[in-house]
């Protein structure tokens, strides 16, 4: 686990936007619905929130406090084409549309990691960690928990096509005479 600790915007299902820091994984503690997020508030004090609380993580370039509603300048939630990077490009749909009808169809598509990092956040973290859509915007990294998390689908799963090394083209009969060399014991071969 990193010691370093990255700044955060951390989103509440109720709306509330919580500042701080967080490490970049291994930031949950406790097992099942004790599970808790030990946020280092601006203040420097830690603050624990319940993970089954919070809606999102965003890691972010600046805490933008001025904004309210959208801090973490999240302006995309889709991919406009198909991702370049490799991974696992996931659709995730947001409970919460029972307790706030005016969020029923919020989605969020990332590009998860295709290793195993991606079982690492789901056990260590109870999360899925993903790359926004638009990674030059002031959120870089995205965790969502799993209690958060209503419906997931796999679009795609992006890798970069290994490169084949050209095959030298041999007639029949060159084929055939490596062949019979290969086969014929060395000490009566013809000279």
Known sequence: M?????????????????PGYLPLSGFTHGTGSARVVELLDLSGRLIEIPLGDVRMISYVRDFNLADTTNPERLTRRAF??????EGVWVRMTFRG??????????????LAAADLSLLDSLME???LHVAPPDI???TQRIFVPRA????????AVITTPSRMKPVPE???EEIQ???????????????
């Open 136 to 138: 030059r915007s002031n």
């Open 2 to 18: 990193s010691s370093a600790k990255k700044k955060t915007i951390l989103r509440r299902m109720t709306g509330e936007i919580l």
């Open 80 to 85: 406009l084409a198909r991702p370049r990077n």
């Open 97 to 110: 549309a029972d307790r706030f009808p005016e969020r029923a169809a919020e989605t969020l598509e990332g």
């Open 148 to 155: 958060a998390i209503d419906s997931l689908q796999i679009l």
């Open 125 to 127: 973290d109870g999360g």
């Open 170 to 172: 041999r007639t029949p």
């Open 177 to 191: 005479k490596s062949l019979f060399e290969a086969l014929t014991p060395r000490n009566t071969r013809p000279n």
